[in-house]
């Protein structure tokens, strides 16, 4: 071929085939939860998002190995209360991309934003508008600072959880979580359970709200009881009504930790309700107990035959159960300690098992972690540091919860397939979220266009690691973890100085 028309060839081709990829993942096994694509691909990254996917080698700029290797979507978590850089880089182990506070929320939105993007996160994030944080303000005169040991201080005060509010109070409590909406918040946060005392209404004027700026609601529900009346049942009922009346989407925090052992009834009761068309979504994570401040109102009166029977040595602190001298002791003198309790004991009990799975493989939803920060020696880790000290502690789903479904759900018990369990992870969440925050439409799916939020992970060993007494255990199996086209994680080791993370936030009206 005469030189000149190679030349005028070159020339015509568009540029961008020409010039290599930022970063191409080779030769893994892709897998898309949405459009059902399983086969060896390689995968062209481009400015943040996914460029090519292509069954030819791709050049690239820098490449990521995938041989033997599934390359599915980054995992998308609903339910985080670690919003530090700590728990962010524990969740990264973990496959997650994107890390949300929701069930709980914050105030002022604003400003935990500006918190997060001056010290910079290695994972998307973002934030409800906290309801509760709200009527603390209100009823304590305890003015809010965008971070969660506030609920934890709250925890020493007693004019919240059981009074209602007047009308002048729940006008004031609206205006608040409208402002964090006005903010840019991503719905709003009903840490219900809470504050069990708060009145009817105020629930009501909440779903109102959301309706009128189509938000969803992430509900922890009013109560957690076997026994009627004040029972959980009850309290879902309370959900289903609210969607019904004012049409809001009504999302459902940890559905495994509020049903315990009347999940039959209340999977029932949620699956008529959306059969009907309402607004109902759920997520679950897959462990039996929960973790919460120790002064919680669940802990309070006659708990123990409301959750079926529970006893002092349920809870545990460091992963020491207590008495009942020991945790009267607690809720007395440090009732904003974070505990573990389990509300059910699946490692002895099958029907235990059988009702936890029923939760967690609940038609339609999500998997969420209810991640908790990190501490050590009584404080929430705060700053850069890695790895974490060896006395670190957390509720393990910090850790393993996304590891622990693809191992235990997928793997070794097969309840479902390795794509059904990816959709559980990464586009349940995104179509969740989608429609009412715009982002999440390019999140969760394996597509040309999409955001590069992508895990790399061998699907023979992923794993957890963490366990109630050992939590400080990072999960395995996750080779590569990319966030907006940047490896955070390479070859298993963390990219500490990278920070790709973004705010997840819809638009702020001024
Ligand atoms: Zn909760």
């Not at 009166?301 to 409301?306: A, F, H, K, V």
């Amino acid at each position: 071929m005469p030189r000149f028309v190679l030349l005028c060839a070159l020339a015509v081709a568009p540029l961008a085939a020409q010039r290599p990829y930022d970063l191409v993942i080779a030769n893994g096994r892709a897998i898309d939860p949405e459009t059902g694509l399983d086969a060896a691909r390689w995968i062209g990254v481009r400015d943040g998002r996914i460029a090519a996917i292509s069954a030819l080698p791709l050049r690239g700029t820098q490449q990521l190995d995938a041989k033997g290797h599934v390359v599915a979507p980054g995992f998308i978590d609903m339910h985080a209360h670690g919003q530090q850089l700590a728990a962010a880089r524990m969740q990264a182990f973990d496959g997650v991309t994107t890390a949300l506070e929701l069930e709980a929320g914050t105030l002022p939105i604003a400003t935990a934003y500006d918190l997060a993007a001056r010290e910079g996160r290695p994972i998307n994030y973002g934030f409800s508008a906290a309801w509760l944080f709200g009527r603390i303000a209100e009823k304590e005169q305890m003015e809010p600072d965008g971070s969660i040991t506030y609920f934890q201080e709250a925890q020493k005060k007693t004019g919240w959880q059981h009074t209602l509010a007047t009308d002048a109070e729940i006008g004031r409590i609206m205006g608040r979580v409208e402002q964090g909406l006005k903010e840019g918040a991503l719905g709003i946060g009903v840490l219900a359970g809470y504050a069990p005392g708060h009145g009817r209404k105020e629930y009501y004027a909440l779903a109102q709200l959301a309706r009128k700026y189509n938000v969803p609601t992430y509900t922890h529900v009013r109560y957690l009881s076997v026994i009627e009346p004040s029972s959980s049942f009850e309290a879902f009922e309370e959900l289903v009504a609210l969607a019904a009346a004012t049409g809001a989407h009504m999302h459902i925090a940890h559905l495994n930790s509020n049903s315990t052992r009347d999940i039959p009834a209340i999977a029932d009761l949620i699956r008529g309700a959306q059969s009907r068309g309402l607004r109902i979504t759920t997520e679950a994570y897959p462990y039996a107990a929960g973790s919460t401040v120790v002064g919680a109102e669940i802990f309070r009166g006659n708990w123990r035959e409301r959750m079926g029977g529970a006893k002092a040595s349920d809870l545990e602190l460091g992963g020491k159960p207590f008495t009942d001298a020991t945790l009267a002791e607690a809720q007395a003198k440090t009732p904003g300690e974070w505990v573990v309790v389990h509300f059910m004991r699946p490692e002895s009990n099958p029907a235990d098992q059988d009702f936890l799975d029923q939760a967690v493989l609940f038609p339609g939803g999500a998997i969420a972690s209810d991640a908790m920060p990190w501490t050590s020696k009584g404080r929430t880790i705060t700053e850069d540091v890695w790895p974490l000290p060896d006395d670190a502690f957390a509720h393990p789903r910090s850790a393993g919860t996304f590891t622990r479904f693809l191992r235990d759900y997928v793997r070794e018990r097969r309840k479902v397939d390795l794509r059904e369990g990816l959709r559980r992870l990464s586009l349940a969440p995104a179509q969740i979220l989608g429609e009412s925050v715009p982002q999440m439409r390019r999140k969760g799916r394996l597509q040309v266009g999409m955001d590069a939020d992508l895990v790399v992970f061998d699907p023979v060993t992923v794993s957890d690691k963490a366990t109630y007494a050992q939590p400080n255990q990072r999960s395995v199996g996750m080779r590569h973890v990319v966030v907006n086209g940047v490896p955070i994680i390479r070859e298993g080791e963390l990219v500490r100085e990278a920070l790709p993370g973004k705010a997840i936030r819809r638009a702020v009206v001024r």
